[in-house]
């Protein structure tokens, strides 16, 4: 049984009986069929009522009620019986219900209920029945939700402790590859020494002996010469950038405790998340489209956090449509559809698609403020209108399981709204800088300037 299963899902009786049998026809019937709750009544083919077998027996025990009923017709007995019948649709849901009949008065509680079937006919279902499918359904989802937290559980607890292991492995790197970065700026300036006492040397001595001369040929002087400073060029920018990596993994990992807020460059947040994702965005192009921003106060680790989530899953969008390319000619024939003929010709783009990722910032006025503004937008397959309310739902996601833990946006819309006073709005389709409609999500965070 189902979570939404509903009352015609449930064991129900359709016997009947005519307002002009005897009671005794009646009492047979009961005694034939030992489980049947209750006698639907009718009226030659017209729906009466119901007579419980509870109510039925409760008549006969009454003194005198053997002669009074048996061999009178069943009309008499309902007469006296009469008691407001529970109906319900057929396509109530077993939950409501359940609350519905328990919510009756205590002589009638334990009464059988009518239930209305699809084609407007009248059945009988066993209170207890209806209890025990309510009691079952709220296992069921006592233990999905058990099982639900479980999962968030474990999650929870593999990302601290990954968080954890981030924190320590950096703190260890962040010394060695300080002191290479460091070193890699004397060793420059040592380089342009040496290379001076080389150039003096040639002056003085010139380069006619033939051990020199020889030697020189042997170690290519020429290409060393020139070659040597890019080298260590080359080191110190890679030093340069594990060192800010290092930096921000750090910065990531020690999210608990909430420090203070900072004024901060935004623009270097958006950096930041593109170096740590710099892995992932090998084949994308991506296209920054700066302005000069005045800084916004917070909190530099979660803004870090929020644009890492909106720029990995538009990634994980890029990376859906260059798996399987065929879901954007599929893409395209919707628009196709929808849209006028004569433009169809332009709208056939699948052949030269690349997985784009647009960034840009400006200022905007909203409601009389003044608000610094990040777009992050690509041009994946959008999001559909018909899930675009709940995508910041906590535990929301259409990814495999494994994949989406769903909690990406919902995480971004809570440190943007509630510990920023900002705003996250969602565009699928938008307009690009040119205006166009373009298909694609772009996410616009929109921070308070003070
Ligand atoms: N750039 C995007 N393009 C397409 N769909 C998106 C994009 N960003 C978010 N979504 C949709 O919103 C859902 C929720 O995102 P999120 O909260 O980050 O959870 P998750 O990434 O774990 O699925 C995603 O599963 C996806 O369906
Ligand atoms: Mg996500």
Not at 199 to 210: C, V, W
């Amino acid at each position: 049984m189902a979570l939404d299963a509903t009352i015609l899902d449930l064991n129900l009786y359709d016997t009947k009986v005519d307002l002009k049998q005897t009671g005794s026809f009646a009492k047979q019937i009961f005694k034939d069929n030992p489980l049947v709750p209750a006698l639907i009544i009718y009226d030659q083919d017209q729906y009466v009522g119901m007579i419980s077998r509870r109510r039925f027996l409760e008549c006969l025990s009454r003194p005198y009620a053997l002669e009074l009923f048996t061999k009178r017709p069943i009309a008499v007995m309902y007469e006296q019986v009469q008691v407001s019948i529970l109906e319900l649709q057929g396509s109530t849901p077993i939950v409501t219900a359940a609350q519905m009949a328990l919510g009756r008065n205590d002589d009638n509680i334990y009464e059988p209920v009518i239930v209305r079937t699809v084609d407007n006919g009248h059945a009988v279902l066993d209170v207890h029945d209806l209890l025990q499918a309510q009691s079952y359904i709220h296992e069921l989802a006592t233990k999905l939700l058990r099982e639900q937290t479980q999962t968030t559980m474990f999650q929870t607890e593999k990302m601290a402790s990954l968080g954890q292991v981030v924190a320590e492995v950096s703190h260890d790197i962040r010394n060695p590859v300080s002191s290479i970065y460091g070193n890699t700026e004397c060793l420059l300036t040592y380089i342009e020494g040496v290379m001076k006492i080389l150039r003096a040397y040639e002056k003085e001595y010139g380069t006619t002996s033939p051990v020199i001369s020889e030697t020189l040929e042997e170690i290519d002087w020429d290409f060393v010469r020139s070659d040597l400073p890019q080298v260590v060029r080359s080191i110190q920018s890679g030093s340069r950038y594990l060192r800010r990596l290092v930096d921000t993994l750090q910065s990531l990992s020690h999210m608990e405790d909430k420090g203070e807020t900072e004024m901060i460059n935004l623009h270097d947040c958006v950096e930041s998340s593109l170096t740590i994702l710099s892995g992932r965005v090998r084949n994308v192009q991506i296209v920054k489209n700066f302005t000069d921003l005045p800084k916004v106060s917070g909190y530099t680790d979660r803004l870090i956090q929020v644009f890492m989530n909106l720029i990995s899953n538009s990634l994980d969008a890029l990376m859906e449509v260059q798996a399987s390319p065929d879901l954007i000619r599929q893409r395209d024939q919707m628009i196709i559809k929808e849209g006028e003929p004569e433009q169809s010709s332009n709208v056939l783009t699948e052949i030269n698609w690349q997985p784009n990722l647009m960034i840009s910032s400006g200022l905007a006025e909203i409601d009389n403020r003044n608000w610094v503004s990040i777009k992050i937008a690509d041009n994946g397959l959008g999001i559909p209108k018909e899930i675009q309310n709940r995508i910041f739902d906590n535990f929301f996601t259409t990814k495999g399981q494994g994949k989406g833990t769903g909690l990406g946006l919902a995480i971004c819309h809570q440190i943007i709204t509630q510990q920023h006073g900002g705003k996250i709005v969602l565009r699928s389709p938008y307009l690009n800088a040119n205006g166009d409609v373009t298909i694609g999500t772009e996410f616009e965070v929109l921070m308070p300037v003070k």
